[in-house]
């Protein structure tokens, strides 16, 4: 099994950009969760869904943020436009319901 | 509300000494999950433990145990004679039905082991 991937590892753009984020959990997992991970605010839980329906978006700081699960297979968390303080470490896990999570590498956003 | 504390931001010890890590949990679930994850400094972040709330037996695997005690919200997690391979950042997390099931994370306590 590949793990939890996520794309692309690096991001760097420039403030006002459009910024995509990928993930492809492992196959058979009915939960996936997006994190963001920021030396001030450590690892906040951005969105999570089930079965690929949104359970808790209570954590997407604002409208500029958005996230889909089209299948099972595959999650994108979009941030439109982006702004120098979303620079941050953003990491997609999955999981069997209420076992543990297994992480991707993450994705390491630098907005300019 | 769902809350995970880790009050210790940052702990230093010497090489082969004890080190314990607090984590402090709040819930009105009856059922609920507790778990520990190591991120080393490569930023990956490594499944160690899960424990749901109706076992409290403390469980010993290797340098590693973990000590929980629902009498006071705690799961604790002691490293036996570090190693400066245990060097990282530890994460509490916590998941259960009245957070919809999402998984809480505590802020996360940094170890430093130094040779």
Known sequence: DAGVIQSPRHEVTEMGQEVTLRCKPISGHNSLFWYRQTMMRGLELLIYFNNNVPIDDSGMPEDRFSAKMPNASFSTLKIQPSEPRDSAVYFCASSPFQEKLFFGSGTQLSVL | ?115
């Open chain 2, 1 to 115: 509300a769902q809350k995970v504390t880790q009050a210790q931001t940052e702990i230093s010890v010497v090489e082969k000494e004890d080190v314990t890590l607090d984590c402090v949990y709040e819930t009105r679930d009856t059922t609920y999950y507790l778990f520990w994850y190591k991120q080393p400094p490569s930023g990956e972040l490594v499944f160690l433990i899960r424990r749901n709330s109706f076992d409290e037996q403390n469980e010993i695997s290797g340098r590693y145990s973990w000590n929980f005690q629902k009498s006071t919200s705690s799961f604790n997690f002691t490293i036996t004679a570090s190693q400066v391979v245990d060097s990282a950042v530890y994460f509490c997390a916590l998941s259960g039905l009245s957070g919809t099931y999402k998984y809480i994370f505590g802020t996360g306590t940094r170890l430093k082991v130094l040779a």
